[in-house]
């Protein structure tokens, strides 16, 4: 019996974790020009290159691969969640690096419609 | 038991007993500190460089890098204020001169008034890696070169910087020519 019950508990895990980033849009898209994510234009936003910065300065083209910070050199590792399904799964900590991440890219905070985007991209990788 | 018995029994023990303590005196002369491991300090800490064990810097060094993460070597690594004092306190515990003597303290040296904010340009630190430019045939090792400790001491990820347990071969050629953590 007890068997079925840990085993419930593990499966059902992926779907709180997928909420915590559900939740987390439904907050970005009240907030954003009201244009529904999209995959595509979150894709844009990660290949876009600004005074020779991109997000793929660090995490490299593929969210698939492995990522190198370009100043320290550390390995980060893999951001797509269907590699890494540690990603995406914390509220915190995706506040805190896409607000850190987009300042050294962009030179500014992202707006809330390009956080939507590139986030619904990367929960597609 | 019979005597002969009771003589091996002691003949093996003994020589275990006083093998042991030999090996805690040694321990304790060799002055390796337990380091002290802090999950939220290597979770901010370690994302974009190796995490530094905090007795490779006085707590008035800390102090001032805590202050100014916002401007953190060119990033911005800013934390909220809840883990950054949670952060500092644990700095301030174990930082250099303030846990238990050990191989580090010699870092203490020279320290200037006004300490540097890189562990690299402490001039024990730098005393201690004279060497390294000569072995690798570099006439200037550029800022940052050796802040990624783990590429060259093996056991960096344990708090241990002995010379004696370093990669064979450490340097670029090791790390295929660009740094890692």
Redo the contacts between chains.
């Keep these: 019996m007890r068997i079925f019950f840990f085993s419930f508990l593990w499966f059902s895990l992926p779907c709180y974790a997928a909420d915590v980033l559900d939740d987390y849009l439904v907050v970005l898209a009240e907030s954003a020009e009201s244009l529904p994510f999209t995959a595509t234009r979150g894709e844009r936003i990660w290949y876009r290159q600004a005074d020779g910065r991109s997000c793929t300065s660090c995490h490299m083209d593929s969210p698939k691969g492995k990522g ?2 370009q ?5 980060i590792e893999a951001m797509a969640p269907s590699i890494n399904s540690l990603r995406l799964t914390e509220l915190k900590k995706m506040k805190k690096w896409l ?2 991440n987009c ?2 890219t962009f030179g500014r905070e992202c707006t809330a419609q390009e956080k939507g985007d590139v986030l619904v991209w990367l929960r597609s990788q | 038991m019979t005597l002969i018995q009771k003589m091996t029994g002691w003949g093996l023990f003994l020589p275990i007993l006083v093998f042991a303590f030999y090996g805690v005196v040694q321990e304790v002369q060799a002055g390796n500190f337990r380091y002290i491991r802090d999950q939220t300090y290597i979770e901010e800490c370690g994302a974009c460089h190796f995490a530094y064990p905090p007795q490779l810097l006085p707590p008035l060094t800390w102090t001032a890098i805590m202050a100014g993460l916002d401007e953190h070597f060119g990033e911005n690594a800013e934390l909220d204020a809840e883990t950054s004092t949670q952060i500092l306190q644990y700095l301030h515990i174990h930082g250099l001169g303030v846990a238990p003597a050990s191989r580090m303290s010699k870092m203490m040296r020279n320290i200037p008034d006004e300490p540097p904010l890189r562990i690299t340009e402490f001039p024990a630190f730098k005393d201690a890696h004279a060497v390294v430019a000569e072995q690798l045939e570099l006439t200037a090792l550029e800022a940052g070169f050796l802040s990624p400790c783990a590429d060259c001491h093996r056991l960096a990820n344990s708090g241990i910087f002995d010379k004696e347990l370093l990669h064979p071969g450490y340097g670029p050629a090791n790390w295929g020519g660009t740094k890692s953590e």
């Design positions: 190198r910070h100043k320290t050199g550390k390995v607000l850190r300042k050294w």
